[in-house]
C-alpha cells in the first residue's frame, strides 16, 4: 500500500501526535514522518519506546486525544511497564495507537535476534489485554479502513490498540539520503579501533551495522573475529555487557564499541559505569546522529555531546575524535591508559551496499569467544 493512503486513514480517526523509535519494516512511514510529515502530524522521535509512551500519555493529558507510538517488535519489551504500570485500563486508562514493524514474523526469514520475538509477538499482546490487527502489502484499502474504524473505537472506549506491520506492506518511495557534516567513515574508524588492539584484548560491539562491521573487519584484519562478542540484538545493553565483563575479568583489555541511537536508549548506563570505576573499560560512541542500521532516521539528539555526558558521569578520562590522524591518536591514549575511558567518534551516515552478515549463529558466536577467552 501507499505510505500515504495509510497516514490518512490515521487522520481519519484523530491522530495528530506521533512518537516513536524507527524501524527498517516501517522505513517508508518514518521517511514520511521526517519529510512530508511535519505539516500533519506532531512528531518526536525519543530515546526509547518506553519514552514514546510516556509522550503519548502527557499529550493525552494535555490534549485530550490518543497519540500514535511506533516501534519495531524488538521494542516491545521496552513499552511493557509503562502501559501496564500506567496506560493500562486498570491504572489510568490513556488510550493510544500502536504501530509495529514485524520483524521474524514466523515462515519469514529474518536475522536470529528476531526469530524468538517474532514469534512471540502476538501472543505478548494478547497477555497485555491490547487488541492487534496485522496488516501486509496484500491487505486492501476496504480491509485497512476497517481496522482502522475498529482501531479508532477502540480508542475511544480508553483503551490501546496495535496494528501490526509485515514486511513489505508499504510501496517503495523515493526519498533523499540521510547526511551529516562528517567525513570519517563508519567502517574505516571500526578497522582503526581493531588494528590497535593486542591478540588479548576484548571486543563488545553494539547491534546493526556495528557488528557487521566489526565481524568484516575482524577478519580481514585478524584472520577471525574470535576476540569479539557481537551484540546482535538488545538495543542499548553493550555497554553493561562491556562492564560485566571487563569488571569479572580485570586481566582483559576491554573495547566497547557502540553507537550513539543505541547508547541513547539505555542512558543510565553511563552513570553506572562511570561511578563504579574499573581500570580495563573503553566505552568507545561512533556517532552518526542517526539510527542508520534501520534506514538513518535522525535520533533527535544531533547537538548532544556524548563525550561531555560521559565526563559529567565520571569517566577518567574522555575524548572526542572526528578525523583519522584524531582518531590514531585518541586510540593510543587509551590503549595505554588504565581506567575507564570513552572515546567518541564523530562519523559520516553511510555503509558498503554489500556488507555482509555473521555467517555462524549467535550461539557459536558466543561459544566461539568463550573458547577465544579459555572460558569452559
Same mark, same amino acid.
Given at each position: 500500500?501507499?505510505?500515504?493512503?495509510?497516514?490518512?486513514?490515521?487522520?481519519?480517526?484523530?491522530?495528530?501526535?506521533?512518537?516513536g523509535?524507527?524501524?527498517s519494516?516501517l522505513?517508508?512511514?518514518?521517511?514520511?514522518?521526517?519529510?512530508?510529515?511535519s505539516?500533519?502530524f506532531?512528531?518526536?522521535?525519543?530515546?526509547?519506546?518506553?519514552?514514546?509512551?510516556?509522550?503519548?500519555?502527557?499529550?493525552?493529558?494535555?490534549?485530550?486525544?490518543?497519540?500514535?507510538?511506533?516501534?519495531q517488535?524488538?521494542?516491545?519489551?521496552?513499552?511493557?511497564?509503562?502501559?501496564?504500570?500506567?496506560?493500562?485500563?486498570?491504572?489510568?486508562?490513556?488510550?493510544?495507537?500502536?504501530?509495529?514493524?514485524?520483524?521474524?514474523?514466523?515462515?519469514?526469514?529474518?536475522?536470529?535476534?528476531?526469530?524468538?520475538?517474532?514469534?512471540?509477538?502476538?501472543?505478548?499482546?494478547?497477555?497485555?489485554?491490547?487488541?492487534?490487527?496485522?496488516?501486509?502489502?496484500?491487505?486492501?484499502?476496504? &480491509? +485497512?479502513h476497517?481496522?482502522?474504524?475498529? $482501531? *479508532?473505537?477502540?480508542?475511544k472506549?480508553?483503551?490501546?490498540?496495535? /496494528? #501490526?506491520?509485515?514486511?513489505?506492506?508499504?510501496?517503495?518511495?523515493?526519498?533523499?539520503?540521510?547526511?551529516n557534516?562528517? &567525513? +570519517?567513515?563508519?567502517?574505516?574508524?571500526? $578497522? *582503526?579501533?581493531?588494528?590497535?588492539?593486542?591478540?588479548?584484548?576484548? /571486543? #563488545?560491539?553494539?547491534?546493526?551495522?556495528?557488528?557487521?562491521?566489526?565481524?568484516?573487519?575482524?577478519?580481514?584484519?585478524?584472520?577471525?573475529?574470535?576476540?569479539?562478542?557481537?551484540?546482535?540484538?538488545?538495543?542499548?545493553?553493550?555497554?553493561?555487557?562491556?562492564?560485566?565483563?571487563?569488571?569479572?575479568?580485570?586481566?582483559?583489555?576491554?573495547?566497547?564499541?557502540?553507537?550513539?541511537?543505541?547508547?541513547?536508549?539505555?542512558?543510565?548506563?553511563?552513570?553506572?559505569?562511570?561511578?563504579h570505576?574499573?581500570?580495563?573499560?573503553?566505552?568507545?560512541?561512533?556517532?552518526?546522529?542517526?539510527?542508520?542500521?534501520?534506514?538513518?532516521?535522525?535520533?533527535?539528539?544531533?547537538?548532544?555531546?556524548?563525550?561531555?555526558?560521559?565526563?559529567?558521569?565520571?569517566?577518567?578520562?574522555?575524548?572526542?575524535?572526528?578525523?583519522?590522524?584524531?582518531?590514531?591518536?585518541?586510540?593510543?591514549?587509551?590503549?595505554?591508559?588504565?581506567g575507564?575511558?570513552?572515546?567518541?567518534?564523530?562519523?559520516?551516515?553511510?555503509?558498503?551496499?554489500?556488507?555482509?552478515?555473521?555467517?555462524?549463529?549467535?550461539?557459536?558466536?558466543?561459544?566461539?569467544?568463550?573458547?577465544?577467552?579459555?572460558?569452559?
Amino acid at each position: 500500500m501507499q505510505v500515504e493512503d495509510f497516514v490518512q486513514e490515521l487522520k481519519n480517526i484523530g491522530i495528530k501526535e506521533m512518537f516513536g523509535v524507527p524501524d527498517s519494516t516501517l522505513k517508508q512511514f518514518c521517511d514520511y514522518l521526517n519529510r512530508e510529515g511535519s505539516g500533519d502530524f506532531t512528531h518526536m522521535v525519543p530515546p526509547n519506546e518506553g519514552a514514546a509512551v510516556g509522550l503519548a500519555a502527557g499529550s493525552y493529558l494535555a490534549k485530550g486525544r490518543p497519540a500514535c507510538v511506533y516501534m519495531q517488535n524488538s521494542g516491545i519489551g521496552n513499552i511493557v511497564n509503562p502501559l501496564t504500570s500506567i496506560a493500562n485500563e486498570d491504572v489510568y486508562g490513556i488510550p493510544m495507537l500502536f504501530l509495529v514493524g514485524w520483524r521474524g514474523e514466523p515462515g519469514v526469514h529474518d536475522e536470529p535476534q528476531h526469530v524468538f520475538m517474532g514469534k512471540i509477538t502476538e501472543p505478548i499482546f494478547d497477555v497485555l489485554g491490547v487488541e492487534h490487527s496485522c496488516i501486509s502489502k496484500d491487505t486492501t484499502a476496504e &480491509e +485497512l479502513h476497517e481496522i482502522m474504524l475498529k $482501531a *479508532g473505537k477502540t480508542l475511544k472506549s480508553e483503551k490501546q490498540y496495535a /496494528i #501490526i506491520i509485515k514486511k513489505d506492506t508499504f510501496q517503495a518511495r523515493q526519498s533523499e539520503p540521510y547526511t551529516n557534516n562528517y &567525513e +570519517l567513515v563508519r567502517e574505516q574508524a571500526i $578497522a *582503526g579501533i581493531i588494528r590497535s588492539l593486542d591478540p588479548d584484548d576484548v /571486543i #563488545i560491539s553494539t547491534t546493526g551495522k556495528i557488528s557487521r562491521e566489526v565481524y568484516e573487519q575482524s577478519d580481514i584484519i585478524n584472520g577471525n573475529h574470535k576476540q569479539a562478542f557481537l551484540t546482535v540484538g538488545g538495543m542499548g545493553h553493550a555497554s553493561m555487557i562491556a562492564y560485566g565483563y571487563a569488571s569479572s575479568r580485570p586481566d582483559k583489555k576491554v573495547y566497547c564499541i557502540d553507537g550513539d541511537g543505541a547508547e541513547l536508549m539505555h542512558m543510565g548506563a553511563l552513570s553506572f559505569i562511570g561511578s563504579h570505576k574499573t581500570d580495563n573499560l573503553v566505552h568507545i560512541c561512533i556517532n552518526n546522529a542517526a539510527h542508520e542500521s534501520v534506514g538513518g532516521m535522525p535520533t533527535g539528539a544531533a547537538g548532544m555531546s556524548y563525550a561531555g555526558i560521559a565526563k559529567a558521569c565520571g569517566y577518567d578520562l574522555v575524548l572526542t575524535a572526528s578525523t583519522e590522524k584524531e582518531l590514531e591518536e585518541a586510540l593510543a591514549k587509551v590503549h595505554g591508559f588504565n581506567g575507564t575511558a570513552y572515546l567518541e567518534i564523530f562519523v559520516s551516515m553511510q555503509s558498503r551496499a554489500d556488507l555482509g552478515r555473521p555467517k555462524e549463529s549467535a550461539r557459536q558466536n558466543r561459544i566461539n569467544f568463550m573458547e577465544y577467552q579459555e572460558v569452559r
